[in-house]
């Protein structure tokens, strides 16, 4: 298993530009700018082994400039980057300090903490961290990117070159290790036809990504990025499926009463409707987001020509058939058909079919 420690006290050089971001150029989507007429942001959530927090927020600072910060042992930020701020954590909420125990040790309805309190903190703080130190090899480093312009993708591979060259380890390093890539777009538009638009072309896409990305096996036994049900589908491409938000919200967390979907709506669910009753809605880990949260993708580490940059790119062909009332109307029906087909039938072959064409 290899230590997540191993490069904690070496000195992080700002890596050399590779100029593989040109090697990739990104797709432009077909709504490129928000309702606001600024260029739509994407965020980026990356998952791997190798490198420690510390050696991470590093390579990060040294990547894009800015100022790193210790939040506790094993949580960093890098604050002041051109975007904005990078978070960077091991990825276990059971090692981090809890912010409600800490704010107790500070005060007390205005008062200073009895001496019973602060210990208890500090051994709390203390246990955290040395529960940490225990897992670091197995409980990944993530980093959470600030919202970037879609266009500016690219220059995260820089980052994603430097974990490699440092010794990030991705998906593929290990059996154990169901690391992945998450993309969180900005929506084009809040309206119901269009999140039901982008509903119904990943719906349509979802295998032809799988098997662009060749998901991981460990990932793909992992409840993390399970597809949709048949029966799901079927509902949501029906022609006279013609929802209000609140019914396509309450269908999908009918049929979907989890995070653990290959696109996962609930963030933006709670920012559509933040006083929906469901308690799937009002979960700690749900952070309210315009955004549709997009996991399948591994963390390819281990691959020289993967980036954020190749992940977007497959992600646009989504917002394309989207973006095309006819194209997507036929294939809904080209889908639907499948459906009702013996298992034998192969969708990916009709998919494959199109994209070529």
């Not at 290899?2 to 990739?24: F, I, L, M, Q, Y």
């Not at 154990?176 to 993309?183: D, E, S, V």
């Amino acid at each position: 298993m290899p230590s997540n420690h191993r490069h904690d006290h070496s000195p992080v050089a700002a890596p050399p530009r590779t100029g593989k971001e040109s090697d990739v150029p990104l797709t432009t989507p077909p709504q490129p700018d928000n309702r606001d007429g600024r260029a739509r942001c994407v965020g980026v959530e990356i998952e791997f082994a190798g490198i420690a927090p510390l050696a991470a927020a590093r390579l990060v600072e040294a990547t894009f400039g800015g100022t790193l910060k210790h939040d506790s042992a094993h949580r960093l930020r890098v604050a002041d980057t051109p975007w904005g701020t990078f978070h960077i954590e091991l990825d276990s909420q059971y090692v981090h300090p809890d912010a409600a125990l800490l704010a107790r040790a500070q005060s007390d309805n205005g008062q200073p903490p009895g001496i019973g309190e602060h210990l208890r903190a500090s051994l709390h703080s203390r246990t955290r961290e040395w529960l940490g130190d225990m897992v670091a090899g197995l409980v990944p480093t993530e980093i959470v990117c600030p919202p970037l312009p879609w266009h500016a993708l690219a220059e995260l591979d820089a980052l994603f070159d430097a974990l490699r060259s440092h010794g990030a380890e991705g998906t593929d390093a290990s059996l154990i290790y169901a690391f992945g890539l998450h993309l969180n777009p900005e929506i084009p538009a809040p309206e119901v036809e269009s999140v039901l638009a982008h509903l119904r072309a990943y719906l349509i896409l979802a295998e032809w990504l799988r098997d662009q990305i060749v998901v991981d096996l460990t990932r793909d036994m992992l409840p993390h990025t399970r597809p949709f049900s048949e029966t799901y589908a079927s509902l949501v491409l029906d022609p006279d499926y013609q929802p209000t938000l609140p019914q396509l919200i309450d269908d999908y967390l009918e049929a979907n009463p989890t995070r653990n979907r290959e696109l996962d709506l609930l963030p933006l669910f709670a920012w559509l409707a933040p006083d929906h009753p469901s308690p799937l809605l009002q979960e700690g880990l749900v952070k309210p987001r315009p955004t549709y949260h997009y996991r399948l993708p591994n963390a390819s580490l281990s691959d020289p020509d993967w980036g954020a940059s190749l992940e977007w790119n497959r992600w646009v062909e989504v917002e394309r058939l989207a973006a095309d009332p006819a194209r997507l109307a036929e294939r809904c029906a080209a889908y639907r058909e499948h459906l009702a087909q013996p298992t034998l039938s192969r969708w990916l072959d009709s998919l494959q079919r199109w994209m070529r064409s």
